[in-house]
C-alpha cells in the first residue's frame, strides 16, 4: 500500500468514525464502508472502538463520565488519523524514555528499540510511528547515532538543554509534520 492510498484510507475512517459517532450512519453501515485496517495500528484501534462502543445507560451501561472519557478517546484516535500531526504528548513521553535510559543525559541510549516499543504502548501508536518521531530529533541534532553495529544514541549538547514541556512543544511547532 503506497503513502498516498495510506492517508486516503485514514481520512476515510476518521470521517465515517464521525459519522457514526455524530448518529448520522449505523453501526452496520460503516463497518460495510470500513476500510482495510490489517496494515495501520491507528484503523484498527479506532475499528475496535466502534465495535465495542459501550451503551449509556444506568442500568446496564457505563457511567456518564466513563462514557465522556471514551469519546474523548475516540475522538483524540480520529483526529491523529486526519490530520497526521506531530503530537506533544507522544514526543513528551519519548523524551521522558530517552532521558530515562540516559541517566539524564549522562550515558548514551542502548537498547532503542525496547525503548520505541515501550513509547508506543504507553501512546497508542505503532513503532514505526515513534521510530519517525526518533528520526525528527536526530534530524533535528538534538539525538545522534554513536555507533552503527550496535545503535547506541546519545543527546548532542543542544539536545542536552531541552528539560521543560515548553521546549519540546517549540521542537514540534520547528519540525516538519510530516508523521
Not at 3 to 16: F, G, P, R
Not at 44 to 52: A, N, S
Not at 54 to 75: C, D, M, N, V
Request: charged fraction near 35%.
Amino acid at each position: 500500500m503506497n503513502v498516498n492510498q495510506q492517508k486516503s484510507d485514514k481520512q476515510y475512517a476518521a470521517y465515517l468514525a464521525r459519522k457514526f459517532f455524530s448518529g448520522q450512519i449505523s453501526k452496520r453501515e460503516i463497518l460495510d464502508q470500513f476500510p482495510e485496517f490489517d496494515k495501520d495500528f491507528k484503523i484498527r484501534l479506532l475499528f475496535d472502538r466502534i465495535t465495542k462502543k459501550p451503551r449509556q445507560s444506568w442500568l446496564f451501561g457505563i457511567s456518564k463520565k466513563a462514557y465522556q472519557k471514551f469519546l474523548t478517546e475516540t475522538y483524540e484516535i480520529i483526529e491523529d488519523l486526519e490530520t497526521g500531526k506531530l503530537r506533544f504528548n507522544t514526543m513528551k513521553r519519548l523524551f521522558q524514555e530517552l532521558w530515562l535510559h540516559s541517566d539524564n543525559c549522562a550515558k548514551p541510549i542502548e537498547h532503542i528499540s525496547i525503548l520505541l516499543l515501550e513509547v508506543a504502548k504507553s501512546t497508542t501508536n505503532s513503532k514505526e510511528e515513534i521510530r519517525k518521531y526518533l528520526n525528527l530529533l536526530i534530524d533535528k541534532k538534538i539525538l545522534k547515532r554513536i555507533s552503527e553495529k550496535q545503535l547506541i544514541y546519545e543527546f548532542t549538547e543542544s539536545g542536552k538543554k531541552i528539560k521543560t514541556d515548553s521546549e519540546i512543544e517549540k521542537i514540534i511547532k520547528t519540525l516538519p509534520n510530516t508523521v
